[in-house]
């Protein structure tokens, strides 16, 4: 599937993965902070923004091929740094389990590697009868906005929330249902964690309630040499709430970890 991206700055490819029901205009702050320095891909996933929204059921493993398939078009068959928010960090993990070869740094930001419980699976079905009966993506923007953001910006800076629940309500219904039925059937990917062999950065608001610090730590602990950041006055979406702090905790990791150069020709 094509996917609508964004592809700006020099250096390095770093792809960033949006979480849900979002899309790429969330990577704004990283596009202009960490573009100045490396080359930012950051697409639409499919049934989100300008990409295609097939009908129809989609998996976390379609949307991960989704992503090879820009990769390829884009000639990147050199490894990538890949990072993801939320369903982003889901794909990112598959991409980590199915494509290792193509990943070179992983950055895995308010997420989790376990499989939804049946009790949260259940709710996510219950959100895409209620999308296909609106017939809009309402349902799922009014349940969800309240718990992304801390109560920090939600007290000092919500003029932030708007743009957000603008860039949800572009979204097509049926591109919402086939994501949330795609997270609610994802595998549990606890077990690859350990197995992951490529610098990793876990990133968290410090209150998230979604996917929690402990959850993170967890993950961090579960990786051989990854590195925990929490960042502060941040929820569920840090990279967009903490921008300045966010930045600079992912420019000092790639900096740390860059593509090392290519050697002479003998």
Known sequence: ???AYTDEGPGPAVVLLHGFPLGRAMWKEQVAAIGSMYRVIAPDLRGHGDSPAPDGDYTIDEMADDVVELLDTLGLDVPVVVGGLSMGGYIALSLAERYPERIRALLLMDTRAAADSPEVAARREELAQAVLSAGNPSPVIDAMIPRLFSPWISDNRPELVTPLR??????????????????????????VLPGIRVPTLVLVGEEDVVTTPVEHQAMADAIPGARLEVVPRAGHLAPYENPPVANGVILRFLDEHQEPPPHPPS
């Open 1 to 3: 599937m094509r996917l």
């Open 166 to 191: 603008r860039v949800m309500e572009r979204n097509a219904a049926r591109g919402v249902v086939g994501a949330l039925r795609a997270m609610a059937t994802r595998p549990d990917r606890t077990p």
